[in-house]
């Protein structure tokens, strides 16, 4: 099933409008009093990808044939979206297993490996990683790439490191990227499946972030690990094409997450400012707070309306489109957009807040941590301007 583009003005369809609301509703029960416990602790809910699994939410994209719901890329961003309201950590990883690990697998591997790891992965009883950067490969993540895969009999033996891995320490299931061939520099590399019980592979560390506490990061690390020949993804040295196109669609979808916080960091700015008394009478009433709120609320719609454009357009690429072109360009200047104004509305509301906001309990407060990631993650700013110069000037 395909629900298809939003009309011309973006307007959601009442179907999108459902899931939306769906995924609103189950994240604000299920996922909202969780925050405080993951902030504090860096503790990942064990409940949440089965619940995610029960509710239809997992393997969205994916085949029915192999526990898939054979939707589309606007259903996964509407549910990221709703997600990213209530809980924005719970958000990021569902984002990695469902669209950088799960719908990677469904678009590029063979029958048989979807038929070994998407029914447990859409079911939500293994989680989904990608292994893409390195302590010396973030934004050169290709070319700086220094794990490697070699080839011995019938498996291949994977030697390197992951750093910033986003489910790392819990994940069952991981797409992992290392260079086949060293000489051929981004044309050399290759994808693979590895599971967490492989011989040689292990979690170094689980790391402390500043933001999206609870949405477990790790540092992987591959010695001599024993990968099944059959566990490659696509063909050999043909990786690059499906890191590029992964990208974009990435890009899409956490670009969603900017949506559903700032969506987050407005409501409770306008709740604040008309509860908080000073001078006898609420804040709201002061004409400088109101131009906040309203400039925070035209942030919110503008990014709305390119979020669900970009959403749209990434229905139409095909399983070997992405990593060039229009959609390249597209999905750059999405997340960009979204990424700054989402700063810039949560800096608001804290701002709203006034000491409240910068208290480390407040909500308002673990939204403002969070969002700088959003300028540095899935590409930072500066690449995504080169992105998008480099197809305006191509």
């Not at 409008?17 to 993951?38: C, N, S, V, Y």
């Not at 085949?63 to 589309?72: I, L």
């Not at 899409?252 to 949506?259: E, K, Q, T």
Request: glycine letters at 10%; charged letters at 25%; one cysteine or more.
């Amino acid at each position: 099933m395909s629900l298809g583009n939003a009309s011309g003005a973006f307007a959601l369809t009442a179907e999108q409008q459902e899931i939306l609301d769906t995924a609103d509703g189950f994240a604000r029960d299920h996922f909202w009093p969780l925050q405080q416990k993951m902030d504090d602790e860096e503790w990942w809910p064990p409940q949440a990808m089965p619940e995610l699994g029960r509710m239809g939410f997992l393997g969205v994209t994916a085949p029915s044939r192999f526990g898939g719901a054979d939707s589309d890329m606007f259903t996964v961003g509407l549910i990221t979206q709703g997600l990213a309201r209530w809980n924005h950590s719970l958000a990021l990883s569902y984002i990695a297993h469902e669209n950088l690990c799960l719908n990677n697998i469904a678009r590029n591997a063979s029958d048989a490996l979807k038929q070994r790891y998407l029914p447990g992965l859409c079911d939500g009883s293994a989680i989904g990683a990608l292994g893409l950067t390195e302590p010396g490969a973030g934004s050169d993540a290709i070319g700086s790439m220094a794990t490697t895969a070699r080839r011995e009999g019938d498996k291949y033996i994977l030697n390197g490191r992951k750093l910033y891995i986003t489910n790392g320490p819990v994940a069952d299931v991981l797409l992992v990227y290392a260079k086949t061939n060293k000489d051929r520099g981004s044309k050399g590399v290759s994808a693979f499946i590895i599971e967490r019980h492989f011989k040689g592979f292990k979690v170094a560390q689980k790391l402390d972030k500043m933001g999206f506490r609870g949405s477990t990061t790790a540092e992987l690390v591959f010695d001599d690990c024993e990968v099944p020949a059959e566990n490659l993804v696509g063909e050999e040295d043909r990786g690059v094409g499906i890191v590029m196109s992964g990208l974009d669609l990435e890009r899409a979808v956490v670009a969603m997450i900017n949506l559903g916080m700032a969506e987050r960091a407005l409501d409770l700015a306008v709740d604040y400012a008309k509860t908080r008394q000073q001078f006898g009478k609420p804040i709201a009433e002061f004409q400088m707070v109101q131009a906040k709120i309203a400039e925070m609320y035209v942030g919110v719609e503008t990014m709305k309306a390119l979020c669900y454009r970009t959403l749209a357009a990434c229905n139409e690429v095909g399983e070997d489109g992405g990593g060039r072109g229009e959609i390249h360009k597209l999905t750059a200047a999405n997340i960009l957009y979204a990424a700054e104004t989402c700063t810039k509305v949560i800096s608001d509301s804290v701002q709203i807040h006034g000491g409240v906001g910068y208290m480390r309990e407040a909500e308002v407060n673990r939204l403002y941590r969070a969002s700088k990631l959003l300028e540095i993650g899935a590409g930072t700013t500066e690449i995504r301007k080169m992105i998008i110069a480099g197809e305006l000037l191509r």
